[in-house]
């Protein structure tokens, strides 16, 4: 449980079982700042959006069902927002709209300026590389039957990363070793890993597309409370090295608090 973040204070870094471990034992890190600046530069710009599904009603009728309502919010670039909610509010909803695996039933989202939820599929095409999701459950969002190899390679053959096969390899293996696994876990499968690593993976995946938006949704909420330090502490120096701007939902306010973070 000492790994988990105090709501007291934001450690630049979160404790892991290896800090427990040492001879000259644990030294409590420095706090991060916090929040946004004057002058960040917005990047995702959210106004109005409401997603409302049609449920069987009676035999034969359907009534509406209100997920999300008039949400806005702005995420500026290098920085978090957290959207902190209890389960079924609809964090995960706005996620989902926002890489349009829901079409929005209202409200804009607008992408450098451009409204991404207008746009048809051709259109929204390039923007997939620049907005990606890690979703919540590492077991069930990689292909079983896939290896790694082909898990990271994929998405840079359909947006065009690498000039080649060679190159979409090496680019993978350099993905893998930056969020900490072998090269030797590219002729692996998924299910040869555990929860923490797949994770990881799934993190990797999101990166070969070099991304500015990363939507975490309860990407942590599945592993055990030690790994999920290490997963942070990963998104906290990714974040910091490619000034990537992180959409971070979850139900549990302490794991938001070790990011510069605005909640909504």
Not at 142 to 161: D, K, W, Y
Request: net charge positive.
């Amino acid at each position: 449980m000492a790994c988990r973040p105090p709501l007291e204070r934001r450690p630049a870094r979160l404790a892991v079982i290896d800090d427990f471990m040492r001879p000259d034992g644990y030294t409590e890190p420095a706090e991060r700042p916090r929040g946004y600046r004057a002058d960040d530069e917005i990047v995702l710009d959210v106004k109005g959006l409401s997603k409302t599904f049609d449920v069987r009603h009676g035999l034969f009728g359907s009534r509406p069902f209100h997920a999300v309502k008039d949400v806005s919010f702005q995420l500026a670039r290098g920085r978090t927002l957290g959207i902190v909610g209890e389960s079924g509010s609809g964090k995960t909803t706005v996620g989902l709209t926002l890489v349009r695996l829901h079409q929005a039933s209202t409200g804009q989202a607008l992408f450098d300026g451009q409204d991404i939820l207008a746009m048809n599929a051709r259109q929204f095409h390039p923007y997939k590389r620049r907005l990606q999701i890690i979703f919540q459950n590492p077991y069930a969002s990689l292909n079983p039957r896939f290896t790694v190899e082909q898990i990271l390679t994929e998405p840079m053959q359909l947006h065009g990363i690498g000039n080649d096969a060679g190159a979409r390899i090496k680019l993978a293996r350099d993905w893998l070793d930056r969020v900490g696994l072998p090269a030797s876990a590219l002729q692996r499968y998924p299910h040869e890993f555990s929860g923490g690593q797949r994770q990881r993976i799934a993190i990797a995946r999101c990166l070969t597309l070099q991304p500015e938006v990363l939507i975490c949704d309860e990407s942590v909420s599945a592993l055990d409370v030690s790994v999920q330090a290490q997963v942070l502490n990963l998104l906290q120096d990714l974040q910091d090295e490619f000034r990537l701007s992180y959409l971070f939902i979850s139900h549990d306010r302490p794991w938001s608090s070790i990011f510069p973070i605005r909640c909504w």
